[in-house]
C-alpha cells in the first residue's frame, strides 16, 4: 500500500513550501507573525481564542476566534540531543494541557539512530534505503548481531538500541561531542548520492566538513519525534469544545506506539485537512465572535503573570540556560531510549523540584521589546510541563512497547497495557488515567523479524 509521497530526500521541504506558499494566495488569511501565545482563553467551558504576547511590539494582546487550532510541532527540546528546531518546545502541548486537556501517550518518544553529533541534524533513512552501511569502529556492519534479516533497514527503535548497546560494549568511535557510529556511503558512489541523496551530502559537508563519497558520516541516535500529544479524536477535536489540535502536537493516534518513516507528512496533509474543516465547521455555527469580560480577564491575567511576574523577578536564584540544561541531561539519561524504575523515579522527583525552583528563574534583560530571554523563560515553562508528563507516563506504563523501551520490563503486555495513557494536568505531578485502544481491522500480533 502507498502511504507517502516521494521527493528525493527533499519530502518535507516540498510539503511545507506548497503549503506555505499557496496560504499566499489568500488575501483573507492574516499571520500574527512575532507573536508568542502564552494562553488560552476559556470562556464558559470552551476555548475562545488565544492571548499572546505581540514580540515586535512588547505588549500583550487578546486574539479571539470562533475555533482555534494547535498547530505547534513537537516537543523534542525538552531533550538534550534532539533533530528538532529549537522552536519546538511544547508549547501547544502545554497550552491544552493547563486548559485541562489531557495529553495522551507521552511515553511514547521516537529517537531517530542517524543524527549528526553536537548538532543533531537528521539524516534521512534514505541514505539507508539506497544502501548505505551502518559499521562500528572495527568497521564491521555490526546490525547483523541485532536484526540481521533486515539490517540498517530496521525501525528506527531497534537500530537506536543497537547503537547504544555498541557504544556500552566500547565498539564506538569517540569524537567531541561523545560515542558515535559510523554511516558508510561510500560504496554507493558519487553519481548515486549526487542523484539521489543530495541533501545528505549538502548537510554533511555543511556541518561536519566531511564529504561521505570519500569519508563515514558519525552518526548517534537523537530524539526525533512524539507519538504522543493532545488528545484528539480523527477530526482533530479535543475535549474543549472550539478547541483542536493537528500534526505533532495532537495525538489521534495513528501512529500507535512506533511511527513509521514519512507517516509525519502524510499525517499533516490528512488530519490537517480533516482539522481544519471542522474547526471551520464549528465556527460557522457561531453567529458572532466572542466578545467579552472572559478575554480581559484572561489579558491581565497574562499581563501579570509575564510582566510583572516573570519579568519583573528580582535576585533570582536560578538562570534559565542552567535549569533548561539540567532538565535536558536529566531526560537524557533517565527517560531516554532505554528506562527502569529507580531512573524514571529518579527523572519523576527530580523534574517536580525543577517545577518549583522555576519561580526563582530570574532574567536580565528587563525590556519587553524583542525579549528573546523572555520567550526562552516561557518556553521553559511549557517544557517542564511537557517534560513531567513524559516522565510520569513512562513509569507508570511497566512494560515495553514499541518506542518505549524498559529494561525491567522488556515484554509487551497487553493484558495489562493494551490502553492510551492520557496525563491531566494538576497542581502537584501529573494524574495518570487510561483508555481502551480501539482495535478494529488489524488485531495486535507479536512483533517479529
Not at 453567529?287 to 472572559?294: E, I, N, Q, T, V
Not at 533548561?324 to 523540584?353: H, N, T
Request: proline share 4%; aromatic share 8%; with cysteine.
Amino acid at each position: 500500500m502507498k502511504r507517502t509521497v516521494y521527493a528525493a530526500d527533499k519530502v518535507g521541504f516540498h510539503i511545507l513550501h506548497t503549503l506555505f506558499q499557496t496560504s499566499m494566495k489568500y488575501d483573507r488569511i492574516h499571520r500574527f507573525d512575532e507573536y508568542f501565545v502564552t494562553s488560552l482563553i476559556v470562556d464558559g467551558g470552551a476555548c475562545a481564542g488565544v492571548v499572546a504576547m505581540n514580540l515586535r511590539g512588547g505588549t500583550m494582546v487578546a486574539i479571539q476566534g470562533k475555533a482555534t487550532i494547535l498547530a505547534t510541532g513537537g516537543c523534542g527540546r525538552v531533550y538534550e540531543f534532539t533533530t528538532n528546531g529549537f522552536i519546538k518546545t511544547g508549547d501547544g502541548m502545554a497550552l491544552a494541557y493547563r486548559a485541562g486537556v489531557p495529553l495522551k501517550d507521552m511515553e511514547m518518544v521516537q529517537f531517530h539512530p542517524t543524527c549528526l553529533p553536537g548538532t543533531g541534524i537528521l539524516i534521512t533513512e534514505a541514505a539507508r534505503g539506497e544502501g548505505g552501511y551502518l559499521v562500528n569502529k572495527d568497521g564491521e556492519r555490526y546490525m547483523q548481531r541485532y536484526l540481521p534479516s533486515k539490517m540498517e533497514l530496521g525501525p528506527r527503535d531497534i537500530l537506536s538500541r543497537a547503537m547504544i548497546q555498541e557504544m556500552k560494549a566500547g565498539r564506538a568511535f569517540e569524537g567531541p561531542y561523545g560515542l558515535y557510529m559510523g554511516l558508510d556511503l561510500r560504496h554507493l558512489g558519487a553519481k548515486k548520492i549526487n542523484e539521489r541523496i543530495p541533501m545528505v551530502r549538502e548537510l554533511v559537508e555543511k556541518y561536519m566538513g566531511l564529504d561521505p563519497i570519500h569519508e563515514l558520516i558519525p552518526v548517534r541516535p537523537g530524539q526525533h519525534y512524539i507519538m504522543g500529544g493532545v488528545s484528539t479524536n480523527g477530526k482533530g477535536e479535543t475535549t474543549l469544545p472550539g478547541l483542536y489540535a493537528v500534526g505533532e502536537t495532537a495525538c489521534v493516534s495513528i501512529n500507535g506506539a512506533n511511527r513509521l518513516g514519512s507517516n509525519s507528512l502524510s499525517e499533516c496533509l490528512v488530519f490537517g485537512a480533516a482539522c481544519g474543516l471542522a474547526a471551520a465547521g464549528f465556527a460557522k455555527k457561531k453567529a458572532s465572535y466572542p466578545r467579552g469580560a472572559a478575554a480581559r480577564e484572561a489579558l491581565k491575567k497574562e499581563e501579570a503573570r509575564v510582566f510583572d511576574g516573570v519579568l519583573g523577578r528580582e535576585r533570582a536564584k536560578e538562570t534559565v540556560a542552567g535549569l533548561r540544561v539540567e532538565m535536558q541531561q536529566l531526560m537524557e539519561r533517565d527517560v531516554g531510549i532505554f528506562r527502569e524504575e529507580s531512573a524514571l523515579a529518579d527523572a519523576c522527583g527530580m523534574l517536580g523540584k525543577m517545577r518549583d525552583r522555576f519561580a526563582a528563574v530570574g532574567l536580565a534583560d528587563k525590556d519587553r521589546v524583542f525579549n528573546t530571554e523572555l520567550t526562552a523563560v516561557l518556553e521553559l515553562d511549557f517544557m517542564l510541563d511537557v517534560a513531567l508528563a513524559i516522565a510520569h507516563s513512562a513509569r507508570n506504563r511497566r512494560e515495553s512497547r514499541g518506542a518505549h523501551s524498559r529494561t525491567d520490563f522488556p515484554q509487551r503486555d497487553d493484558a495489562n497495557y493494551l490502553k492510551h495513557t492520557l496525563a491531566f494536568r494538576t497542581d502537584g505531578p501529573p494524574r495518570i488515567d487510561y483508555v481502551p485502544v480501539t482495535v478494529t481491522k488489524w488485531q495486535p500480533v507479536e512483533r517479529k523479524y
